[in-house]
């Protein structure tokens, strides 16, 4: 009998062809919510993130104070109609076709993400998915958002610890896991795990992983 093991996809630019952020961001726009100076800003994180020079930290600090009050209800809601609308179209058809051959191979399949549960939820109801390990955000008692981040991040070593506690609740072993990534930021994870398959790797990933022998896929 196959021994179950875990299948772990990162989610932007990995399953997704795009980067959520700026999908988001747009969609603020046109609701009158975000302007040219927001996309200017958002572009600078990004090519910071991709170059690994971000303090993410930081940044979803300043980014989280503009939902402090604001239900975790809604924003799911909200984030499902976004989803729908500016993202589902954007799901690469070599990630559902690898998410199905794990599901069909028995593995336990999750998207480990550094975006926002709300955002990845969605994609994981979409592909069958069963596990979603993501950055939250702090609720209070009453169900609204205080504005903070729930740390670790999952970015960098946060991913190796978020992934691990939830294998570990499965009885899984995370050295045995096989890991779906394009980012370099992802390097902890992807030297945690068994198997690293690197998709539509950045720059850096892709030296990396020439280097290292890893498996490159473009989706």
């Known amino acids: ?12 630019r990995t399953l997704l062809r795009v980067e959520t952020a700026s999908l988001y961001a747009q969609y603020q726009r046109r609701l009158g919510e975000a302007d040219w100076s927001d996309m200017v800003k958002l572009a600078y994180w990004l090519a910071q993130y991709k170059f690994g020079v971000l ?13 402090k009050g604001v239900s975790e209800i809604s924003l799911a809601a909200r984030c ?8 589902e179209h954007h799901i690469a058809d070599a990630g559902r076709l690898a998410v199905k051959r794990h599901r069909e ?6 998207i480990v993400t550094a975006a926002s549960p709300y ?3 969605p994609l994981a109801r979409i592909l069958g998915i069963e596990h979603v390990v993501a950055s939250p955000f702090e609720v209070d ?24 506690a939830l294998l570990d609740s499965l009885d899984l072993q995370l050295h045995e896991a096989i ?22 790797p950045d720059p850096r990933l892709s030296r990396i992983a020439k280097k290292r022998g890893y498996r490159i896929e473009h989706w």
Do not use: H
Request: some cysteine; overall charge negative; glycine content about 6%.
């Open 141 to 164: 008692e009453k169900g609204y958002f205080t504005g903070r981040p729930v740390k670790p991040l999952n970015i960098g070593e946060g991913k190796v610890t978020r992934a691990k």
């Open 1 to 12: 009998m196959k021994k179950r093991r875990a299948a772990l996809f990162d989610m932007d």
């Open 80 to 87: 499902d109609d976004w989803f729908q609308n500016d993202v």
């Open 55 to 67: 303090d993410v930290t930081r940044v979803a600090e300043k980014v989280l104070v503009n939902i």
């Open 179 to 200: 890991f779906y990534t394009d980012s370099v930021q992802d390097l902890p994870l992807v030297e945690a795990v068994g198997e690293a398959v690197c998709v539509n």
């Open 119 to 121: 955002a990845s939820r």
């Open 105 to 110: 191979a028995g593995d336990v399949c999750a």
